[in-house]
T-cell receptor, first 111, second 115 residues
Framework: GNSVTQMEGPVTLSEEAFLTINCTYT??????LFWYVQYPGEGLQLLLKATKADDKGSNKGFEATYRKETTSFHLEKGSVQVSDSAVYFC??????????FGAGTRLFVKA | SAVISQKPSRDICQRGTSLTIQCQVDSQVTMMFWYRQQPGQSLTLIAT?????????ESGFVIDKFPISRPNLTFSTLTVSNMSPEDSSIYLC????????????FGEGSRLTVL
């Protein structure tokens, strides 16, 4: 079946450090891939997405590239801020209605 | 985009009781999704609610435990019945963005604690 695997957290970084959160997936067909973010006390919101191989999604300085050959969609940011502290979820959606989420990775950014 | 309001935002419940969570969307949508997020874990889809038909439940979830109503295109309720401490979770209502974007919009969630 379809599944998403994320690196375990928490991840703790200092401000301005480089961030990578790994995400790999298993899916039949050609899924769309997403990163959602959940800030403290808030609901999930879409951070970025990619719908086909080699697409790069980007938003708020975050980027992720859809790599079909490695079935990966790693999240990166060149310089994190304290305000980026949140839980990040990788997710996939195939042609059906169901979105499948990874376990989530909590990020702490220290000033 | 869609704005989703959920009530209650949090509640503390006694074992054996039931609680109904309401979800209101600011636009008409075909499908509404109910997710559970157990402490420190990811989101698990409970069911998909379509207006005018029975909800479709995922494996491991049954209608007797999680009855869902969908009376119109902007509103849905999820009831957690005969609660036990294992039902302590955040329950999230979600809808999909338009034009087959695949993007989901979420309410802020309802945090239930069962004693």
């Amino acid at each position: 079946g379809n599944s998403v695997t994320q690196m375990e957290g928490p991840v703790t970084l200092s401000e301005e450090a480089f961030l990578t959160i790994n995400c790999t997936y298993t899916a039949t067909g050609y899924p769309s891939l997403f990163w959602y973010v959940q800030y403290p006390g808030e609901g999930l919101q879409l951070l970025l997405k990619a719908t086909k191989a080699d697409d790069k999604g980007s938003n708020k300085g975050f980027e992720a590239t859809y790599r079909k050959e490695t079935t990966s969609f790693h999240l990166e940011k060149g310089s994190v801020q304290v305000s980026d502290s949140a839980v990040y979820f990788c997710a996939l959606k195939t042609g059906g209605f169901k979105t499948i989420f990874g376990a989530g990775t909590r990020l702490f950014v220290k000033a | 985009s869609a704005v989703i309001s959920q009530k209650p935002s949090r509640d503390i419940c006694q074992r054996g009781t039931s609680l109904t969570i309401q979800c209101q969307v600011d636009s008409q949508v075909t499908m509404m999704f109910w997710y559970r997020q157990q402490p420190g874990q990811s989101l698990t889809l409970i069911a998909t609610a379509n207006q005018g038909s029975e909800a479709t439940y995922e494996s491991g979830f049954v209608i007797d435990k999680f009855p869902i109503s969908r009376p119109n295109l902007t509103f849905s309720t999820l009831t957690v019945s005969n609660m036990s401490p294992e039902d302590s979770s955040i329950y999230l209502c979600s809808v999909e963005g338009g034009a087959n974007t695949g993007e989901l919009f979420f309410g802020e969630g309802s945090r239930l604690t069962v004693l």
